[in-house]
């Protein structure tokens, strides 16, 4: 068999497997979203091959290829959009045109992409700030950080705490014309995660005067330790986001060394020493029985203390803010969570509604039936639109 066609069996092995999507009968335009996974599992295949020839990690092709999907910081007839750095961190700051005679809004954003991918200057995130920038009337700063596989924990989470607390400077502030009282954190997935971090440091940090007046979680992931939840059971071959694909990147926000991969994937990695931790995470006691859903809890397994003595990170309540003990959580803004029936993160952040709640923390809880993760990027489909409507009305109200 000559070599071409060797390459063209193995793309055909790969196009057709990627094809195959079944999807749950409410998701509303399911041709789109089978459309945009499928390529977005070909990419993932094809990345995955490389990396199984040797060629380059996963996520630097991944991250090679998604560059191609940012954009440059253009203004438009409604917002200007320059570039700067907060604390030597790149971000890209969006500001409304329109006069008002009141200060402004401010929305710090933290974007996506599993702490290893994806950007400020990515399409999506571009578009979101800008609209949000728009619609709202506020000063959106939207954060990029330093990425997995290049960096890892805590380099992400102190890059958006140092550009955060830049921004919550009071001559900063004024600077942009933007209102102290009215200062808001917002991220999806890795920026949800990160977004509830540096707001738990944030209330427990002295030199930082101005605070929050809120939080908004989208999607978020807020705990390394349970890789059994019901919403991992349930979901974890959703085409836009599995299971394996969410274990790589908790894995890789800590380390390239796959040896944890492989013991978070059988559940085993927290270390016996730990089994205290499992309290803030047990779904058994923490999830409302609608997202319990008739699954059996296992009681925990634990593994040998090795990993978690090389990769402390995942035992970290910055990196599992679901780790916090309530005394700490009680200081928290009011906030808001969304989560997806279709992510297997869901019960990350309905647990994290329960742990706020049983905290005295006013939590606006906003689930999507028909939504699945990532559904807040993709502005080709109507659930974008409906989400966003409903982020930016909460956001009017509350911020
Ligand atoms: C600017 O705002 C106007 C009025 O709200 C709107 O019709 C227009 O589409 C906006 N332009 C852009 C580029 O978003
Ligand atoms: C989890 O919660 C259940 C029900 O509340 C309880 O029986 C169990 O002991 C808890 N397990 C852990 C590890 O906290």
Not at 12 to 22: D, E, K, N
Not at 50 to 76: K, R
Not at 158 to 166: C, G, H, P, S
Request: with cysteine; aromatic share 12%.
């Amino acid at each position: 068999m000559g070599r071409k066609t060797t390459l063209f069996l193995i793309a055909g092995v790969l196009g057709a497997y990627s094809v195959y999507t079944p999807l749950p009968d409410n998701i509303e335009e399911p041709w789109k979203l089978t459309w945009s996974t499928t390529q977005m599992k070909m990419t993932m295949n094809m990345a995955l091959f490389a990396e199984l020839l040797g060629i380059n990690h996963l996520m630097s092709t991944l991250m090679f290829l998604l560059n191609f999907a940012e954009v440059p910081p253009t203004s438009d007839e409604n917002v200007t959009v320059t570039e700067t750095t907060f604390n030597s961190v790149p971000v890209r700051v969006y500001i409304p045109k329109r006069k008002s005679e009141t200060l402004k809004r401010g929305l710090f954003y933290i974007h996506g992409g599993g702490w290893c991918l994806l950007s400020a200057a990515s399409f999506n995130y571009d578009f979101l700030s800008r609209r949000t920038a728009d619609r709202l009337d506020a000063v959106v700063v939207s954060t990029n950080y330093r990425l997995a596989p290049k960096y890892h924990f805590p380099n992400q989470y102190e890059d958006v705490y140092n550009a955060l607390t830049w921004f919550l400077r009071r001559d900063v502030l004024e600077k942009y014309g933007v209102d102290p009282e009215r200062v808001g954190v917002s991220g999806d997935s890795a920026g949800g995660n990160l977004a509830a971090a540096v707001t738990q440091q944030l209330i427990e940090d002295p030199d930082v005067k101005i605070k929050l007046k809120v939080q908004v979680l989208v999607y978020p992931a807020l705990q390394a330790l349970d890789m059994d939840l019901p919403s991992y059971r349930e979901n974890a071959y959703f085409p836009s986001l599995s299971t394996s694909v969410m274990v790589r990147f908790w894995s890789e926000y800590f380390t390239t060394d796959r040896s944890l991969e492989e013991a978070m994937l059988s559940n085993q990695h927290v270390p016996m020493e730990s089994i205290h931790l499992f309290k803030f995470v047990n779904w058994s006691s923490l999830l409302p029985e609608r997202f319990k859903n008739g699954h059996f809890y296992n009681s925990p397994s634990t593994g040998s203390s090795e990993l978690a003595k090389k990769y402390p990170g995942f035992l970290d309540v910055r990196a599992s803010p679901l780790l916090a003990e309530d005394s700490k959580l009680r200081g928290l803004p009011l906030t808001y969570i969304i989560t997806c029936q279709y992510d297997v993160l869901r019960d990350d952040g309905v647990m994290y509604v329960t742990r706020l709640q049983n905290a005295g923390v006013q939590v606006t809880h906003n689930h999507i039936e028909d939504g699945f993760h990532g559904a807040f990027s993709y502005n080709d489909m109507k659930i974008f639109y409906r989400m966003e409507n409903q982020y930016i009305s909460w956001l009017r109200e509350n911020l």
